[in-house]
């Protein structure tokens, strides 16, 4: 095992929430390393915009290892990945894709169900446990299922339906759970309760503050794509006045400074 993977993994046990501000790229993760990170967890979503692709399995899986392999080249703490569906059907395909990961240093990754039946991403699960054990390394697996964000179950069933979800991925090695879309107290409260795995939970509007979600036992809190998109706002925002108005001062305001973003690289 790694010193990044075991550091990882005992990040998960508490007492307060893993704070993971999702990069998209090696600059955006080295600058939330140098603010502190404990970890660097990438957004899926934010990495294939940035490459040029849509979200949702797009993303061509060299370019998704290439892209893991230059964040962990400029990190010094653990880095996970956001696979998506492993961007492949087949179990060991997954399996030989983790294979590669493990290759360049990263820690973990969150591996999702979408609208598949839970028995296929438990396949994968047991894939990539079978092919970390055969390369004598550990990797936390953050199994992620979309029961609240892609409205798997009717409002009544899905504290149920993720916790059916749940038990089958922790039978298939899971080391975690992620519930994207999961924002009221009493459901996360139970889920914490039945899972049986640390609790990973995303920036949603209306959710409680960080300390009260460490309170009801949440591990793991992820800013998903917010970051990501924010800054895509920003930047429409600012290329549109440039553009229609030709002015330098807007792109001043606010700005890091040059010598302030090349010390980040320093010896990287």
């Known amino acids: ?12 046990s508490g007492p307060r929430p893993l704070r993971l501000p999702n990069a998209w790229d090696a600059g955006s993760a080295r600058l939330f390393e140098s603010l502190g990170a404990a970890a660097i967890a990438t957004t899926s979503a934010g990495l294939a915009w940035a490459l040029g692709y849509a ?48 290759d360049v240093g990263v820690a973990g990754i969150n591996i999702e169900d979408g609208s598949h039946a839970p028995a296929v991403l438990a ?3 047991e894939a990539i446990k079978n092919t970390a054990a055969k390369a004598g390394s550990d990797i936390f697996v953050n199994a992620r299922t979309d ?17 059916s979800r749940g038990a089958i991925y922790r039978a298939a090695g899971a080391d975690g759970l992620f519930v994207p879309g999961l924002h009221e107290p009493a459901e996360i409260q139970a889920i914490v309760a039945g899972a049986g795995l640390p609790l990973n939970v995303m920036a949603w509007p209306g959710l409680m503050p960080v300390h009260e979600l460490g309170q009801l036992g949440v591990r793991r809190f992820s800013a998903g794509s917010g970051i990501s998109q924010m800054l895509w706002g920003q930047a429409e925002t600012l290329a549109r006045d440039f553009l229609d108005s030709g002015r330098s001062e807007s792109l001043a305001t606010g700005a890091m400074p040059y010598g302030r973003i090349q010390a980040l690289f320093a010896g990287a």
């Not at 095992?1 to 998960?12: D, E, T």
């Not at 029961?147 to 916790?163: I, Q």
């Open 1 to 12: 095992m790694s010193a990044n993977a075991a550091i990882f993994r005992q990040l998960h």
């Open 55 to 102: 979200d949702g399995g797009k993303l061509p899986v060299d370019a998704a290892i290439h892209a893991a392999a230059g964040i962990a080249r400029v990190l010094t703490v653990p880095l996970s990945v956001d696979m998506e569906n492993g961007y492949a059907d087949d179990a060991a395909t997954v399996g030989e894709t983790i294979r590669r990961l493990l």
């Open 123 to 125: 396949a994968k699960i």
């Open 147 to 163: 029961v609240y964000l892609a409205n798997l179950a009717d409002a009544s069933r899905r504290v149920d339906e993720t916790l």
